[in-house]
């Protein structure tokens, strides 16, 4: 530990290296889940224009709605997610 600044560098490096492929398969899984999602909103005919604007809150919250079957009240809750609302 002659060098504190190269140790801190070092740690630093491999905490990058190890963490990256969490980060780059959370991102994966994101894209998975937002375009199963996408899939399902479209053949249920609604305007997915606006999905890339949801958070991953929302892309989820839509998901549990359409996998327990929906009633008109879920597809206003949904069109207002989409449009922002």
């Known amino acids: 530990m002659k060098n504190p600044i190269a140790t801190i560098a070092t740690v630093a490096a491999l905490s990058l290296t190890i963490l990256a492929p969490a980060s780059q398969a959370m991102e994966q899984e994101l894209d998975m889940l937002t375009q199963s999602v996408v899939n399902a ?20 919250e839509i998901k549990g709605v359409m996998e327990s079957g929906m009633t008109a009240t879920d597809r206003s809750k949904i069109e207002r997610l989409l449009d922002g609302k």
């Open 41 to 60: 909103l479209r053949v249920e005919g609604f305007d997915t224009s606006n999905v890339e604007n949801l958070t991953l809150g929302q892309v989820a």
